[in-house]
């Protein structure tokens, strides 16, 4: 494996076990009930939208290796978590692994990751790299290109673990905030998708069960069980609220505005999300297909015959 292209080490594992079973749940260890939340207390918040993402969309083949990304965040280590219910109590006809990039994070953000991964019993595989010390050495902005390079390192970490998908924890407020983003910020119409395979790792593909997972419902399940995750622990990020691409200040203002929007309609999400589930190409003016774009007048006099019969 290497670092962004070239430079890394072997991935180092951390062993965590556990399989606790007690049937009084006031008796339980903390991780256990936690786990044992997901699939009763939570399950129609988190469990539910998590199968229903993975059925929809057939995130999950037989034999895949699926390398399950945590960056630390609250987003990641719930995936992780669901994961290992989904092993544990569902068809077993994949493999699963915990894969952490350490793009050269501080000492608190290893350690708060460390912690984390002991305390919910999550085996990491730790992939380090030094993306943080490149990117600080390039002009301009640095957040494209050490985006690029952590996604890339991920990729070359899953594929010498022997995985060929890696899953995200994007979540379903991220897709609608993307679509929002897309319209406002790049005059174009497309979403962040459930599923991609990738372009430059032939064999691979990045998936995201959270996909249909609301963020609010995340957050609860952290605050409730009392979890603290790191965030943003960029060193250059100057304390953005996200730093995916250079995208934090546009990202907030997004989430801000469809926040305003859901106080007057609580159903403005939901809308946006499903805006590209009903895209009409009959009243589209142009659109892009495998590359090459095409205009409605290619099809204008064509629709206009068929539609008188």
């Known amino acids: 494996m290497n670092q962004t292209s070239e430079q890394a080490s072997a991935p180092q594992q951390i062993n965590n076990t556990h399989d606790v079973t007690c049937a009084n749940p006031a008796a339980l260890p903390r991780c256990a009930?936690?786990?044992?939340?997901?699939?009763?207390?939570?399950?129609?918040?988190?469990?539910?939208?998590?199968?229903?993402?993975?059925?929809?969309?057939?995130?999950?083949?037989?034999?895949?290796?699926?390398?399950?990304?945590?960056?630390?965040?609250?987003?990641?280590?719930?995936?992780?978590?669901?994961?290992q219910e989904l092993y544990r109590h569902g068809r077993r006809n994949f493999e699963v692994t915990f894969l952490s990039m350490n793009p050269g994070y501080p000492d608190y953000a290893r350690e708060s990751i460390a912690h984390n991964a002991e305390l919910l019993g999550i085996p990491l595989e730790i992939a380090p790299t030094n993306i943080f010390e490149i990117v600080r050495r390039l002009d301009g902005k640095p957040c494209y290109p050490c985006a690029r390079m952590r996604r890339g390192a991920l990729y070359n970490a899953a594929r010498?673990?022997?995985?060929?998908?890696?899953?995200?924890?994007?979540?379903?407020?991220?897709?609608?905030?993307?679509?929002?983003?897309?319209?406002?910020?790049?005059?174009?119409?497309?979403?962040?998708m459930p599923k991609l395979h990738s372009t430059n790792f032939e064999?691979?593909?990045?998936?995201?069960?959270?996909?249909?997972?609301?963020?609010?419902?995340?957050?609860?399940?952290?605050?409730?069980?009392?979890?603290?995750?790191i965030h943003c622990a960029c060193p250059l990020s100057g304390g953005v609220s996200s730093c995916d691409a250079g995208e934090g200040s546009k990202r907030a203002s997004v989430k801000a505005l469809i926040a305003s929007?859901?106080?007057?309609?609580?159903?403005?999400?939901?809308?946006?999300?499903?805006?590209?589930e009903n895209v009409h190409l009959d009243a589209i003016v142009g659109w892009r297909a495998a590359g090459k774009h095409h205009n409605f007048l290619e099809r204008y006099d064509e629709g206009w015959e068929e539609s008188r019969g």
């Open 33 to 83: 009930q936690i786990e044992r939340d997901i699939i009763t207390r939570y399950r129609k918040k988190l469990w539910v939208p998590f199968i229903k993402a993975l059925t929809d969309y057939q995130l999950i083949c037989d034999g895949d290796h699926i390398a399950v990304c945590v960056s630390g965040g609250k987003d990641s280590f719930l995936l992780a978590k669901l994961f």
């Open 203 to 229: 064999g691979m593909e990045l998936i995201r069960p959270l996909y249909l997972v609301h963020e609010a419902d995340i957050i609860t399940w952290r605050d409730e069980n009392a979890l603290e995750f």
């Open 160 to 192: 010498e673990l022997g995985c060929n998908k890696i899953a995200l924890g994007h979540h379903f407020d991220d897709v609608v905030e993307t679509i929002l983003m897309s319209v406002l910020y790049g005059g174009q119409v497309k979403t962040m």
């Open 261 to 276: 929007l859901s106080a007057q309609d609580p159903d403005i999400a939901k809308s946006i999300f499903h805006s590209v």
